[in-house]
Structure formats: C-alpha cells, structure tokens
C-alpha cells in the first residue's frame, strides 16, 4: 500500500507541472465552448434569413432551446476526452519506459503493479475533472447563448424540463461508463508496446477501427465497451438524448441495449487492467 501511495503521488506531482495532464483537462471543454460559439454564429445568419421568408414558431422555439445544445456540447467534449484518455494512456507508462524515469519508481520500491494502477488512478482523477470542466462549460455557456426550457408547441408541454433532465443524467451516466476501460486499455497497449510512439499509434488506431467498423457488427457490437462511447461515428444513448431533448419522437430505445451499456464496459475494465499487470510483470524495464 505505502508503494501505491508513493506512485501516485510522484504521478500527481508529474501531472502538475506537465502539459499533456492540461490538455485532457481544458481540450474538451474548449472545444465544446468553441462548437456552441460557431454553432451559434451560423444560426444567426440562418435566422437573419428565415426572418425574411417566415418560420415555424415551434421550430424556432425548439431550436433556441439551450438544452439541445448543452448535450451537443457535452458529446463532442466526451468524445474527445475518449481520445485524449486513450492516448495519454497509450503514451504515459510506454513513454516512462523508454527514458528510463519509470526505473527510479522501481529503485524506491515500488512495485510494477502499484505503478501502473497509480497511473490508472491518476488518468480518472483526470478524466475527473475534465468532465466537470466541460459540464460547467457547456451548461453555462449554452444557458448564456440560448434559453433553457420545456419542449411546447400551441401551449401544450411535449417534454417538461425534469423530463430532459432526467433525460440527459441518464445519458451522461451511460457515456461516461465506458471511460475507465478506454483508460485500461490505452494502458495495456502502453506496456504491450515496444515505443510510446507504437504505442500511442496502435491504441488510436485500434480505437478508430472500431469506431467505424462497429456498425458492421450489428447487434454483436453491443458487446463492445466502445459501441457505448461518444465517438465520431456517434451511436450512444447521449446522441440519442440530443434529439429527445429536441421534440423528436422517432427515438426508438431499448431497454436491453441499455442494460449492456451499464454492465458490458466493466469486464472489459477488468481484463485490460489484469492482462496489463500480467503484460508488466514479465516485461523488460
């Protein structure tokens, strides 16, 4: 335990005074600022120009509706994160290694195991507080830019504002479920790895194939931790909220695909993060 604790720690004070820890903390966040800001500029043209040909009223109200946005915001920062996770992942034991630095935790006795879970640690304490970041980015910003509130049409409430709430809890549980086995397996390819440059080259592009060969599955792809992450080719339950919190009523869910999304990302967690221990303790430092 006390090797544990010194791991972490020498991570915590390398994460300080390091730029990549930075970068998976603010990117999401500022890339999702960054979307609501062009989304927004873009709209206004739109509605400079429908002003001139007439609209509907409850298209325009659904489409000033800032909760729609807020989860737009919320799925390109998560999507991110993934990536950035991934990477770092990837990068942070296989680079260590090839310096040389990741001997000096071993010299202090610290075992091979407690320093790939402290790094483990270190990544959800990152992931952490880049998701907190990026709520408080997006619902601000969203809120500063658009109005929240309930999906009407004529006077008559389609969706009340507890409902998207409730809506969008739910989507943000099940996106962010898959997040520690992406950490676990960005890790595992970083101690599989030869370089950290393989390494990082390996872990993304093993996650951007099954990012666009995933739909070729069909229903086998449910079995894949990744199916439930937001991904640039997007087919997560968040996706799904951005149109319920929109009015759309073709939203067709089911309940199983739900259950999987809450239970399939945990074994994977746990047989990338055994097969890298097993991986570590054989391999040469």
Known sequence: ?????VAIKSELFVAL?????????AAPALIAAAQLLLVKLTEAGQQARDSLLGGSGFEQSVANNAYGFFVDGLSTG?????????AQGAYSFSYERDIGSIRHSLIRRVSRSSVLTAKLVHLHLLALLSVLLLLITSYLLSGMLWEYGAIAEDGFELI??????EEIWLGLRLALVPLPAAIAFGLLISVSAQSATQ?????????LAIDIFKGLLGDMANYLYASFQPSLIDQSYLQSVSRIVRGYSDVLIDDSVLQL????????LLLFFAAGLFIVQRRKI
């Open 199 to 207: 390494a990082v080259t390996t872990a993304l592009g093993i996650t």
């Open 261 to 268: 999304n809450m239970w399939v990302p945990f074994p994977a």
């Open 1 to 5: 335990m006390n090797g544990l604790l």
């Open 17 to 25: 005074r390091t730029f990549a820890s930075k970068l998976i903390v």
């Open 78 to 86: 998560l999507t991110m994160l993934g990536l950035l996770l991934v």
């Open 160 to 165: 009340s504002e507890q409902e998207i709430r």
